[in-house]
């Protein structure tokens, strides 16, 4: 007597069946933890570093984030994550400080330095 069982093709598609909701329920769980996986994501639009104007705009996108502050100054962001502030430079050499803060309470910052160079023309020499 032979204990070789046979596979239809019924029963390997059920296998397939079943292998490939596995598939789909692990990515789907994957893809709902992502934000839980990767925390707080901060991306500052360039800019240069030498500012002629005492003002400037920092602005940005932010993921995943609860609170977002720039220099210890909340800030807010669209429906679609991005922010736009203004920024007042002191003289000389500032430095920009964004902290975000998700929902877990895990932290991310991003600093860049600034600096107030304003443009000089020949009559405020006089």
Known sequence: MSTYRSYTLGRLLKWLAGAAATAALGWYIVFQAWPLITGPALTLDPMPVAQSGRVTTVSGTARNVTTITLNDRPIFTDDEGHFQEALVLENGYTILTLRAKDRYGRKKTLEQ????????????ER
């Open 113 to 124: 330095a600034l600096v107030y160079a304003p443009a000089y023309s020949s009559a405020d």
